[in-house]
């Protein structure tokens, strides 16, 4: 051992080093004292990975032969693979970099991949993604994943945390075009450079069509035969050098997965089946030390069970800014075409969603952009903006069929010579899609091509090039469709197609079943087929089945794909049949909102569009028929209508609520108020939220019936639900054990930010048991507890809470009889609380002996921003206080002390305090008798104050010289833009002031002067001096004994004067 080693070395070590491997390594050699603090400080200054190692390298290079065996003893002993890999396998794992180089870095470009370096991170598959078709998952979550977590792709087959390991296991799902083979390519690639994961020595990237075309393999044949550069298997076999293998694409394997019935192997040597070898990797009994990663689709990942998946992430979709580059991508040359396209887009909600995938984006912004850029051309084509799924795709297989590109120029070959030449190989494509569908097989091989009389020659033609994408390797060539939907539809059209003439049933390929006769009897088949299919993955294809029938693809494939107008012989029986599968009393399911989408697609909306009105016009109580029903549970999925909410109040019973339950799952925001639900309903809404599918974040259950058994429900499923941020309880009878069950959940939930339980006699008790759960919640940020009888006692206990939780931001108590006892807890606790923002204690019989309680507080606390204390019992003496304590806060922006008995001096205390208060922006006295000389100082104030925005002082025994006074301000103050003046009696002269300073004043945007017995003469001058102001928006003169033919014309005047101000005479 000497300083030879590290010499020889080197280029391995810069190349393989992690992170915190190099981290290990200068702490050591910072305790053997052989680099120092400036030295180890000076190489980890260096600007990447590689040049840190290497400036630690050179450092120990000129250090002696101790420096060098202490580094090389460390290797061996604490990172033994690392250690091998440096010495023993270096040359081998380089021939494997650059074979992993030459291939993965073809046609990646890395630039425009960024939405893959981050991957969510999920608890598993949820229930709809085991279930449904990934277009329905798409169109049931709107494109949004229920999860907050995400983790970088350099972190992937990292511990968590400190105190975690590596997972064994991960899986990697996204529906079909998301990425998943793009996200593996980009991170091989970008391991293969040494970006990331340099502690990983082997990473074996295979695909299952790879798998597909072996019988049998053992462990060390599957790595030899894939991977011939390696020549030592026995090191990844033996685990010898940490090693992740790569199986892309599960749903793409010919051979469901068992693994209930696997035969144990654990002979590497040995060869089995394929699937039997995937089973016994993926449960360790082979490669045992590697770390194994699987990609697929949802519904194929579900053949892994969830208690051998340590990690499940998922690829997200587009958000709006990276749809908006990739549509400038493919339309580089005209970004206006690109806006348009995307103007159309997000116009359809429905097709706006799906085009967060980029497979689907990609054929969508295709067809749109043909259109745009032909519409022109060919006047008497009069089918619009394609927006249904069969529209979308006609375009796209006429652009394919025509030999049009959207970024290539019009080929001169005619449309007839390309449906003459195409036709033929379109049906050969559309049978072998057809059956290929219905054996879930969407990798086909040369022999499978020849088994369904494709000629491989014609394979090389522009159109199949365009529908195929075709994958050679040295063993095999792979051909699959462009994109799952492209099987479908042309799956779809050879259906449509063969239906009219076959007299077997379809479905049965060998032809062997009794006659079917006619197309609808096919077409009945199919449908039919469809509903009853348990993993749902004919739904689509049944969906553009109907979508043929439709007038508008009639138009757009007739005399290429369809005889012009045949669809009209069929297309009333078939709506009636569709209609008829959705006549049931049962749950309204995936498969009723899939026949909705086939009505929609055949271009029958009559139902929806009135169940749409309905919901508009919130009028859908006792028209929720079955029909209705499933009409409204697809409304849900594509309706702008509740786009930002969706209110089903008084409208639903309990039956049709439990039909529509599965439906509701993914209504982010929902609003069930004044259904008259009593506890049945909150059991099967409890159920509901406890699934892990439920994407609902508000609830508001306002106005029901309600009892402390319906709140328990509620509360059960607060225990496990990870999505619900907003609660709305108000107005029902949850009562004192209601409350309880409430609190219990809240000491557990970390999810719920407001819970608003205001008018349900949870008493004092109740009180307390959600004080004590505020002592351990540190989430909730909102609750209102008004009109719940806590009293004093109720109040103090939530005090004590106070002290401690500072994540509370809004507090309600109104309407609690607290008193000036429970005002005197809460205020103490103000003092040290550093959280609250929002504090309600109007109707609080808060006498004046309150005040110094609370003026003691503002003056300690420095968050609190608004505090209402309107209808209590103040009086001038509680005002005074107040005031007092005003002039030292720096926090309060808002201050309410409407109806609290208040006259002239606290006015006047409340003025000084203005002079010099500088946070200040809402200030509400109205119902207080200040009177002109409160007025005045008040007026006084304005002229110094800069702050203050909003001065609120209806019926406050305002007459002339309080106006004429304010009126003075105003013409100085330059920061005051709302002002009610409702209900005093300024009168005509008043009125004349307060025009004068309208004509000065440029910040008032916002001025009530009804009924202040201003008549015509006050009215006319009010409106003459809106001709030189340019700053009121609103102003409000009704009451003023103005008369209609008076009003007419006064609102006339303004509105000439002042075009931009509303005025309500």
Same mark, same amino acid.
């Given at each position: ?17 992690? $992170? ?126 229920? &999860? ?56 074996? $990237? ?75 990797? +993926? ?21 892994? $069970? ?34 348009? &396209? ?72 005619? +449309? ?59 063993? /095999? ?26 007299? /077997?049933?379809?479905?049965? !390929? ?30 689509? /294809? ?75 016009? !919130? ?61 049945? &309903? ?8 406890? &699934? ?9 259950? =306002? ?124 205020? =103490? ?22 005040? $110094? ?193 008076? =009003? ?18």
């Amino acid at each position: 051992m000497d300083e030879a080693w590290i010499n020889r070395y080197r280029k391995q070590l810069v190349r393989s080093v992690s $992170p915190q491997f190099l981290e290990e390594i200068i702490c050591y050699l910072r305790q053997l004292d052989l680099l120092t603090a400036e030295e180890a400080e000076w190489a980890q200054e260096a600007r990447s990975l590689p040049e840190q190692v290497r400036a630690v390298v050179d450092l120990l290079a000129g250090k002696g032969s101790f420096a060098s065996q202490s580094l090389q003893t460390f290797i061996e002993t604490t990172n033994s693979q690392l250690y091998l890999y440096i010495t023993v396998y270096e040359p081998m794992v380089q021939k494997h970099l650059e074979s992993l180089q030459s291939y993965y870095g073809n046609g990646l470009e890395t630039g425009s991949l960024q939405r893959l370096t981050n991957l969510l991170l999920v608890e598993g598959l949820t229930d709809i993604q085991q279930k449904e078709h990934d277009i329905l998952q798409i169109e049931a979550t709107k494109g949004l994943q229920n &999860v907050s977590k995400s983790i970088p792709l350099e972190k992937l087959f990292l511990p968590l945390s400190k105190f975690s390991i590596p997972p064994r296991i991960s899986v990697t799902i996204g529906v079909a075009g998301i990425g998943k083979s793009t996200l593996v390519k980009l991170f091989v690639y970008t391991w293969a450079k040494g970006e990331i994961n340099r502690d990983i020595i082997f990473v074996l $990237p295979l695909t299952f069509r790879e798998l597909n075309t072996y019988e049998k393999l053992s462990a060390e044949k599957l790595i030899c035969s894939a991977f011939p550069h390696i020549t030592e298997p026995n090191c990844i076999l033996a685990g010898a050098a940490r090693t992740l293998l790569i199986l892309d694409g599960l749903d793409e394997f010919k051979t469901p997965l068992d693994f209930s019935n696997t035969v144990v192997c654990t002979d590497p040597k040995k060869e089995i089946q394929v699937d039997n070898l995937i089973t016994n990797i +993926i449960r360790g009994n082979l490669l045992q030390k590697a770390s194994i990663w699987v990609t697929a689709r949802p519904t194929a990942a579900s053949q892994i $069970p969830g208690g051998l998946v340590d990690r499940t992430t998922e690829i997200r979709g587009f958000a709006a800014a990276e749809m908006k580059d990739f549509l400038d991508q493919m339309f580089l040359d005209n970004k206006d075409l690109s806006g348009q &396209v995307l103007h159309h887009i997000r116009a359809n909600r429905s097709l706006h969603v799906m085009c967060t995938v980029p497979g689907f984006c990609w054929i969508c912004g295709s067809s749109i952009g043909y259109y745009l850029k032909h519409s022109t051309d060919q006047p008497q084509e009069t089918t619009g903006v394609p927006k249904t799924l069969s529209e979308i795709y006609s375009y796209y297989f006429k652009i394919a069929l025509s030999s049009n590109w959207p970024e290539k120029p019009r080929e001169t070959l005619r +449309i007839e010579q390309a449906v003459n030449n195409s036709r033929k190989i379109v049906g050969s494509l559309g049978r072998l899609a057809f059956y290929g569908l219905l054996k879930k097989r969407y990798v086909f091989y040369e022999q499978d091509m020849k088994a369904y009389g494709i000629d491989l020659s014609l394979l090389q033609t522009s159109l199949c090039s365009r529908l195929l994408l075709k994958e050679e390797m040295q063993s /095999f060539t792979a051909y699959c469709f462009s994109h799952l939907t492209l099987q479908e539809f042309l799956a779809a059209i050879y259906y449509y197609t063969a239906a009219k003439r076959a007299i /077997f049933d379809l479905f049965t !390929e060998s032809g062997m079943s009794w006659p079917k006769l006619g197309f609808l009897n096919h077409f009945k088949n199919a449908v039919q087929r469809s509903l009853q299919a348990e993993d749902r993955q004919l739904d689509i /294809f049944v969906r553009f089945l109907s979508g043929l029938l439709s007038p508008q693809v009639n138009k757009l494939l007739s005399g290429w794909l369809l005889v012009k107008d045949e669809h009209n012989s069929f297309r009333s029986q078939a709506v009636g049949f569709l209609q008829g599968c959705l006549n049931t009393d049962h749950a309204i399911s995936s498969r009723a909102v899939n026949t909705m989408h086939c009505l929609h697609e055949i271009q029958h909306t009559e139902v929806t569009k009135m169940v749409e009105e309905a919901m508009k016009n !919130e009028s859908l109580a006792g028209m929720l028929t079955p029909v209705n029903c499933s009409a409204l549970a697809y409304l849900l999925q594509v309706s702008d209508v509740c786009m930002e909410e969706t209110n089903l109040s008084n409208c639903l019973t309990y039956n049709v609520c439990k039909s529509l339950l599965s439906q509701l799952l993914f209504c982010h925001n929902l609003r069930l108020d004044n259904n008259r639900f009593k506890d049945n &309903v909150m059991e099967l809404l409890g159920s509901m939220l406890s &699934v892990k599918d439920c994407h609902i974040q508000k609830l508001s259950l =306002a106005e029901n019936q309600i009892s402390n058994k319906g709140a328990k429900a509620l509360a059960r499923s607060l225990l496990v639900n990870r999505s619900l941020t907003a609660l709305d309880l108000q107005n029902n009878s949850i009562g004192p054990t209601g409350a309880r069950a409430l609190a219990d959940a809240l000491k557990q939930n970390q999810v719920l930010l407001s819970l608003n339980l205001q008018h349900n006699t949870i008493k004092e008790e109740g009180a307390t048991f959600l004080a004590e759960a505020l002592f351990t919640n540190h989430r909730l940020t909102t609750l209102h507890l008004q009109k719940n009888a806590i009293g004093a006692h109720g109040a103090r206990r939530i005090a004590e809470a106070l002290k401690q939780n500072c994540s509370l931001k809004e507090l309600i108590l109104q309407s609690n009889s607290i008193s000036s006892a429970g005002v005197t807890a809460l205020t =103490a606790a103000l003092c040290s609380n550093k959280g609250l923002i929002n504090l309600n204690l109007r109707e609080n019989s808060i006498s004046k002996e309150g005040g $110094p309680a609370i003026a003691h507080a503002l003056r300690t606390n420095s968050t609190l921003r608004k505090l209402d204390l309107a209808a209590n019992l103040l009086y001038d003496e509680g005002g005074k206080a107040i005031a007092l304590a005003m002039k030292e806060n720096r926090a309060l922006k808002s201050l309410h002390l409407q109806w609290n008995f208040i006259q002239a001096k606290a006015a006047a205390a409340l003025a000084q305090a203005l002079q010099s208060n500088s946070s200040l922006s809402s200030l509400d006295l109205q119902e207080n008798a200040i009177g002109d000389e409160g007025m005045a100082a008040l007026s006084t104030a304005l002229k110094f104050n800069t702050t203050l925005a909003h001065l609120h002082l209806q019926v406050a025994s305002i007459g002339m010289a309080g106006a004429q006074a304010l009126a003075e301000a105003l013409m100085v103050n330059k920061s005051l833009q709302i002002l009610d003046l409702r209900g005093n009696s300024i009168g005509v002269a008043g009125a004349k002031a307060m025009a004068n300073a309208l004509q000065v004043n440029r910040s008032l945007c916002w001025l009530n002067l009804q009924e202040n017995s201003l008549g015509m003469d006050g009215a006319i001058c009010i409106a003459t001096a809106l001709k030189g102001n340019h700053g009121l928006t609103y102003i409000n003169l009704q009451g003023n004994q103005i008369g209609q033919s008076g =009003a007419k014309m006064i609102s006339d005047a303004i509105r000439t004067n002042s075009p931009s101000c509303v005025v309500d005479v």
